[in-house]
């Protein structure tokens, strides 16, 4: 995903070149002004999981931070991603509540209210296997009746789940390809739910909807 990041700084700095993904031989532009967006501009289904977030708040996958001046409004946000370049970006928008670090390796003495994961960001566990050790880790980060909030698109209907993998194109270029799992809405629903969650399903549109679990 490093390519990625770098497309996300080149597109801040005014370096518009298109940014390709292929899977399953199929080659589709990711836009990536919706990185850019204004709180104006975000879908129903992202203000809705803000409207739904509380108290301390941690960002998993936070890239530039484009949602965080409408949770910021309300409560003590903090967001965390990977990547060096889009956190320097993050903080040039002004978002300088974000940091550079892996959800694994936060101690577990810091908790919080709230957990959110925007953009199918659960998907890039890449495994079942990591995926239930995300959840895990999950809840080790919130304080007692504390919830996450998890932002689902590319869904499975014809059974639980599938890894995939996907080729990024930037600049005439194929990078490094990279996997990410997409699920069936109710077969993570009770993978949630056998981690010893409490969990709904929130209705958003044929594209995306988002899953609301509390400990």
């Known amino acids: 995903m ?3 990041w770098e497309a996300l700084y080149d597109h801040f700095h005014g370096k518009y ?3 390709f993904m292929e899977i399953y031989g199929s080659i589709d532009e990711h836009h990536l002004e919706r990185y850019f967006r204004s709180v104006a501009q975000l879908s129903r289904i992202e203000k809705r999981i803000i409207n739904e977030c509380y108290g301390d708040i941690l960002d998993i996958g936070c890239g530039t931070a484009n949602y965080f001046p409408l949770l910021n409004t309300q409560w003590n946000v903090v967001g965390i991603d990977i990547s060096e370049k889009v956190i320097e970006v993050a903080h040039k928008m002004g978002n300088t509540n974000t940091m550079v670090g892996n959800i694994f390796s936060l101690p577990h003495d810091k908790k919080f209210d709230t957990i959110t994961m925007f953009e199918n960001n659960i998907g890039l566990a890449e495994t079942l296997e990591w995926t239930k050790k995300l ?12 919830q996450f909030l998890i932002q689902l698109s590319g869904r499975v209907k014809d059974k639980a789940y599938a890894e995939v993998e996907l080729t990024p194109i930037y600049k005439g270029k194929k990078w ?22 409490s969990c709904k399903i929130v209705r958003g549109n044929k594209y995306c909807l988002f899953i609301q679990a509390k400990k």
């Open 135 to 146: 959840l895990q880790k999950l809840s080790s980060l919130l304080k007692p009746k504390g």
């Open 2 to 4: 490093d390519v990625f």
């Open 176 to 197: 490094t390809a990279f996997k990410r799992i997409n699920f069936n809405k109710d077969f993570l629903k009770n993978l949630i739910e056998n981690e010893g969650f």
């Open 17 to 19: 070149e298109p940014f």
